[in-house]
């Protein structure tokens, strides 16, 4: 049997695919086990995350409502305080009124 040397260059190039092509298969198999590895690690972050998330949204509808609280307290004590104001001013105006003198003239 003869062998002629354009027949033995695509047996090495058929050679070279299949060598070519398992090692990208290979390289596929070790894309695919890291991406799913990974994957996992998201999902479990994401587990972590949509935990604590809840707490943050729950803890800021509590500091909400206290916030509100603290603000319609001070609004109340700001408004007894404009009563007390205005009521000294009442006093004191009565105090000027009252301290003015009569004055006459003599001629």
Do not use: A, H, P, Y
């Not at 604590?52 to 305080?81: E, P, Y």
């Amino acid at each position: 049997m003869e062998v002629s040397i354009w027949q033995f260059g695509i047996l090495l190039i058929g050679i070279g695919f299949c060598i070519g092509f398992i090692i990208v298969c290979i390289n596929l198999g070790i894309i695919f086990k890291r991406s799913s590895e990974i994957l996992v690690k998201i999902n479990k972050i994401l587990d972590d995350n949509e935990k604590k998330i809840g707490n943050i949204v729950n803890n800021v509808d509590n500091i909400s409502s206290n916030v509100d609280k603290v603000i319609s307290i001070g609004t109340n004590i700001s408004n007894f305080l404009k009563g007390i104001e205005f009521i000294s001013n009442l006093f004191i105006k009565n105090e000027k009124r009252r301290k003015v003198k009569n004055v006459t003239c003599d001629k």
